[in-house]
């Protein structure tokens, strides 16, 4: 997925093709190796990790669930054996440390989707649409562990697109790619960043894990900022950005809100170089 | 609302309180009917496929029942990596089954039940119960002949192949000899299931040589009748007792019926024909007919063929 330069042509020294476009690249790379770590088994016969997302075996040794789904097993009444408890505690652990939604940047296959589908907006120039309030995400969160709660089932697990597609890539799908489709056309028709941004209640949990993440984007040159708005325009929550890029409500350049995906793609599309990624106690500002 | 945000944004000053407001209630009516759409979305497809499992989808062993079984399984697919054969896949949204969730289809591939139950091993969250370590204990469906229009045995054909490609042979499936009253003087060897050791393997169905089986594997929700849970047996629970519970009891006459039951306690189990015999006129006691085997056998049809 190429991006845009969406303006400021007027930038002293171009940057090269690969700092416009590091992070993607890095994040991409990132998702295809999760992916590829499952499908090498199937594919080559070397088997790195085994199962999908939602719970997985790695080298035979490292269990890894989905916290969420843990959760949402528990809510139902049944007590999974330690293996899936243990790997959902190390997920947790490891996004309560690095950033919640670092999964949806970097791990997340419906990311590509929903990336490609705001490229898509941008490029047709869409404005149209309805967005749906941001804490929807928070209400159907609640929902699904009510629903787990009530039916005793995990039900959300019947329609939830990111294992869906996950599971999909992996194991073959058919019926699942509807889902998919009609998320991308739901967030280039109907609502900007639809879907990521708004309703899903996996993204929405991950935020919540995001509190205490270490690693962070810093507005550290932001007094070099010349309004050219590329980082809103390509932000995937562009509400996180104002508060560090201009000192709304807080004094520090570190965007400290856990919706940020940490994607890295406003660093990428700042010709002044404003941003940069680091840790959480980095305060330095130039 | 993400544009409402961006500073970019010219004319904040132009827009009314009211217009604001009205923005904000088709917002959240928007929020409503997206997330509204969304779980109505999930809750139909949910209904759809939330049913008991579609006849010809059966658990891998050691699955717990179904109800529990969709609150533990977290779809991972781990059982379908382990399983040697490769007979489980994960099911698609818009199958029958359940999205996600792991199932066989005994036609296309039986479970091979190996030892060491690999696919139990695999499960990270107990949906296959590890409490299962004998195969032979698996209750993955249950077998049924479903067909005696067209299966070969009970066409008086010696096929058995069901029978002799049972993993628990002459214990989930069994072949009773009963006459052939077709013929009248051969036997019918019939496949017959006995739900307390079938594992529901899939074997015979796959096995089966007609173009569609004659024998079935199913869920067992679906290929199991049960009796009421008060309904007692009078002959086991006397069996047990080691008598009668209620006393002996008054003899009464038989009438009608002197040739076969006279004389007989009317507290003692009378084995009826088994089958009805239309020929023979009312009253009349029927010959005992005796097969080929020579074995003396109740019932059946008496064609009157004479050697
Ligand atoms: S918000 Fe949901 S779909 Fe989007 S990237 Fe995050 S987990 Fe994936
Ligand atoms: S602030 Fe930057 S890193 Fe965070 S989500 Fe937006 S573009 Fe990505
Ligand atoms: S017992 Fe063996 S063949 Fe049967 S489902 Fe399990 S792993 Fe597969
Ligand atoms: S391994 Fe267990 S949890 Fe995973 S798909 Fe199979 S039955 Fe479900
Ligand atoms: S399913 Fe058929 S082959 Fe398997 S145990 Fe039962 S009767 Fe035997």
Redesign the pocket.
């Known amino acids: 997925m190429a991006s845009v330069p969406v303006s400021s042509a007027d930038s002293a020294a171009p940057r090269s093709l690969w700092l416009r476009q590091r992070w993607l690249v890095l994040r991409r790379l990132s998702q295809a190796l999760v992916l590829l770590a499952f499908l090498s088994g199937p594919w080559f016969g070397l088997w790195i990790a085994k199962g999908n997302l939602s719970s997985s075996l790695t080298l035979g040794v490292l269990p890894l669930t989905d916290p969420l789904l843990a959760l949402q097993t528990l809510l139902t009444g049944h007590l999974p054996y330690s293996a899936a408890l243990t790997g959902a505690a190390i997920v947790l652990g490891f996004y309560l440390l690095v950033g919640g939604r670092v999964f949806c940047g970097w791990v997340c296959p419906v990311n590509v989707v929903t990336d490609a589908a705001a490229w898509t907006r941008r490029r047709l120039g869409i404005k149209t649409g309805r967005v749906p309030d941001a804490a929807t995400r928070y209400w159907l969160l609640g929902g699904i562990l009510v629903a787990a709660a009530v039916t005793g089932r995990l039900a959300w697990e019947w329609v939830n697109p990111v294992s869906l597609l996950h599971r999909g890539l992996i194991f073959g799908m058919g019926g699942g790619l509807f889902v998919i489709a009609g998320i991308f056309v739901y967030d280039v028709l109907v609502a900007s960043r639809g879907w990521c941004g708004h309703l899903c209640p996996m993204g929405a949990f991950y935020g919540l894990l995001g509190r205490t993440a270490l690693l962070r984007i810093s507005a550290s040159k932001r007094s070099a900022c010349d309004d050219c708005m590329d980082c809103f325009t390509v932000c995937p929550e562009p509400q996180v950005i104002r508060p560090a890029l201009k000192a709304v409500g807080q004094a520090g350049p570190l965007i400290l809100s856990s919706d940020c995906t940490t994607c890295g793609r406003c660093i990428d599309v700042c010709d002044k170089q404003v941003f940069k990624m680091t840790h959480r106690f980095d305060q330095r500002s130039e | 609302m993400d544009s409402a945000r961006q500073p970019a944004r010219k004319s904040p000053a132009a827009e009314s309180p009211a217009s604001a407001a009205r923005r904000r209630f088709i917002n959240g009516v928007a929020a409503a009917a997206g997330g509204g759409c969304l779980m109505a979305l999930g809750a139909g497809l949910y209904s759809r496929s939330a049913s008991a499992l579609p006849a010809q989808a059966l658990r ?2 050691g699955a717990l029942a179904e109800s529990d079984f969709l609150a533990a399984c977290v779809r991972c697919g781990l ?1 379908v990596r ?7 896949k994960l099911a698609d949204l818009g199958e029958p089954v359940p999205t996600g969730t792991p199932y ?1 289809t005994a036609r296309q591939l ?5 030892d060491d ?4 091993k695999a499960c990270p969250t107990g949906a296959l119960d590890r409490e299962l370590t004998d ?1 032979n204990q ?1 209750r ?1 469906g249950l077998a049924a002949l479903v067909d005696h229009e067209s299966c070969l045995n009970f066409l008086g054909l010696r096929c058995d192949v069901c029978y002799r490609v049972c993993p628990v042979i002459d214990k989930a499936i069994t072949l009773e000899t009963q006459h052939n009253p077709r013929s009248d003087r051969h036997a019918m060897l019939l496949p017959t299931v006995h739900s307390d050791a079938c594992t529901g ?1 899939g074997k015979c169905e796959k096995s089966c040589v007609l173009p569609e089986p004659a024998i079935k594997v199913f869920p067992r929700k679906l290929a199991q009748g049960a009796l009421p849970a008060h309904y007692r047996k009078g002959w086991e629970e006397k069996a047990r007792h080691g008598g009668s519970l209620i006393g002996e009891q008054v003899e009464l006459p038989v009438r009608g019926f002197e040739g076969s039951t006279a004389g007989r306690s009317a507290t003692e189990t009378v084995v009826a024909p088994a089958t009805p015999e239309p020929s023979a006129a009312p009253a009349v006691p029927v010959p005992p007919s005796k097969d080929i085997s020579g074995v003396v056998r109740r019932g059946g049809l008496d064609s009157h063929w004479k050697p």
Do not use: G, K, R
Request: aromatic fraction near 8%; glycine fraction near 0%.
């Open positions: 891998p062993p059982c382990d399983c040697p054969y490769h007979i489980l066989f039986p479970c091979e039940m190996c139950i690999p696919c139990v195969i698996a993955m393997c």
